[in-house]
């Protein structure tokens, strides 16, 4: 267990709508990252973010944004969603804003 | 130049012999190279890291071998064992004038350990 949360587990949905992920990361880390895995494009960089800002931006599509509380959960936001969207979204945390990063569960994601 | 190249793609190995997973990387601004072991159904784990000061990296059954100068990297599992068996990620990241640690990982490895 990397004590890396995420919920939900699975999230099934329809295309056009939206969805929130969350992510609750390690105590005491303060830099949360998102990733996206498909079986096309592998593991792949969204955002990070750092004590409640952004500070680096990946591939990340306009339709998904995220954001950091100031308790430092973060949440993933994925809206007009697509079939192409469907993929494992992961969370990761660091206690800085580089090197060693623990990785969530995952949010499995199916857009019907 | 972002990319990081990782082969095989799979990997079918004996129980008790040796896997290697080898990676090669362009930007010579990245500092941090870690492995990530990933089961189905689970999110990657941390394995072993290791950073461009050092050519070798041993932590139990696991060895990061770092070439800087050939901009590769390798992951060695000695003794395989059937509970190896997952999908390796190599990644490589770089801290930059932003402080961003951000993984760019490897297609990644899946390995077969046979009893």
């Known amino acids: 267990d990397s004590g890396v949360t995420q919920t939900p587990k699975h999230l099934i949905t329809a295309t056009g709508q939206r969805v929130t992920l969350r992510c609750s990361p390690r105590?005491?880390?303060?830099?949360v990252y998102w990733y996206q895995q498909s079986l096309d494009q592998g593991l792949q960089f969204l955002i990070q973010y750092y004590n409640g800002e952004e500070r680096a931006k990946g591939n990340i599509l306009e339709r998904f944004s995220a954001q950091q509380f100031p308790d430092l959960h973060s949440e993933l936001n994925l809206s007009s969603l697509e079939l192409g969207d469907s993929a494992l979204y992961f969370c990761a945390s660091s206690p800085q804003g580089w090197g060693e990063q623990f990785f969530g569960p995952g949010t499995r994601l199916t857009v019907l | 130049q972002q990319q990081v190249k990782q082969s095989p793609q799979s990997l079918i190995v004996q129980k008790g012999g040796i896997s290697i997973i080898n990676c090669a990387y362009e930007?010579?601004?990245?500092?941090?190279f870690p492995w990530y072991q990933q089961f189905p159904g689970k999110g990657p784990a941390l394995l072993i890291a290791?950073?461009?000061?050092?050519s070798e990296k041993k932590e139990g059954r696991f060895t990061i071998s770092f070439n800087k100068s050939a901009k590769q990297f390798s992951l060695h599992i000695m003794d395989s064992q059937p509970g190896d068996s997952a999908t390796y990620f190599c990644a490589a990241s770089s801290r930059g004038s932003g402080n961003t640690g951000k993984l760019i990982f490897g297609q990644g490895t899946t390995l077969q350990v046979k009893p």
């Open positions: 290791i950073r461009p000061d050092v």
């Open positions: 930007n010579t601004a990245f500092d941090y």
């Open positions: 105590s005491g880390d303060l830099s």
